[in-house]
């Protein structure tokens, strides 16, 4: 019984298209572009919507564990004074 479970744990992450993505965020109701994957770590699949309701992000949590990726949730983001 602990063996699917293990096979699956090895499973490599793949990068998903952007229609993937895009289909992901409009399910969960964030816009286009707030969820998304980076080339250079496959494994992440960011949520960047600072007021991302519970529901939001459990829905893209729930999509990233089921696909083999780790959900990052972004909450803010600072840009520096210019």
């Known amino acids: 019984m602990a063996l699917p479970l293990a096979l699956s744990a090895c499973e490599t992450a793949r990068m998903h298209s952007v ?28 949520l ?7 529901e939001q992000r459990l829905c893209v949590l729930r999509w990233a564990r089921k696909n083999h990726l780790k959900f990052v949730f972004v909450n803010a983001i600072n840009f520096p004074e210019s």
């Open 48 to 54: 960047m919507r600072p007021d991302a309701s519970a």
């Open 19 to 46: 229609e993937e993505i895009n289909s992901v965020g409009a399910s969960c109701g964030v816009a286009a572009g707030e969820v998304f994957q980076d080339e250079s770590e496959k494994r992440l699949l960011f």
